[in-house]
């Protein structure tokens, strides 16, 4: 299979994918092995990201989360499920969950579970619109203890 690229031009394309926003090893690998390049040039270009920072699997899972968490809403389990499909480490996943504030998942999962259920006003049926309201956090990557928690007290509010 020949090089869509040379070498050069590889290592000047592949410097602005990583510098546009942060990019896990896995993608930027598959990046560079779909323009055609060579194992011993993937591993090279791969190297000199790394040395010169323009890729940090630690910097990349921290703006994932944050992501995720403050734009998507989604929950933990989602949000790990989507950094091992990145194959990120897990001693990495794990680092990257400290910088979730406990205060601020709450409160975004209280935002959803209200959100959800101000959408479902028209269900008259209160165990149907709870199950649904409960269904669509849990695809959102909440774990259920908080949920359970969240519910109650939207529910008081």
């Not at 990046?31 to 890729?55: R, T």
């Not at 703006?63 to 989604?74: A, E």
Request: proline share 3%; net charge positive.
């Amino acid at each position: 299979m020949g090089s869509n690229f040379s070498f050069l031009e590889a290592k000047h394309k592949i410097e602005a994918y990583c510098a546009y926003q942060d990019r896990s090893h896995f993608e930027v690998k598959n990046k560079l092995f779909s323009w055609g390049q060579s194992p011993d040039q993937v591993d090279q270009l791969m190297a000199y990201l790394i040395e010169n920072k323009f890729l940090d699997e630690g910097r990349f899972a921290e703006s994932y989360v944050s992501g995720k968490l403050r734009i998507k809403h989604w929950g933990r389990i989602k949000i790990r499920q989507g950094l091992r499909l990145k194959q990120i480490p897990e001693k990495i996943v794990q680092l990257a969950f400290k910088t979730i504030d406990p205060d601020e998942y709450f409160t975004i999962l209280k935002h959803e579970i209200a959100k959800k259920q101000k959408d479902l006003a028209s269900e008259k049926d209160p165990w149907k619109k709870k199950a649904k309201v409960l269904r669509y956090v849990q695809s959102k990557g909440f774990e259920n203890d908080l949920i359970f928690e969240a519910l109650a007290e939207v529910e008081e509010e």
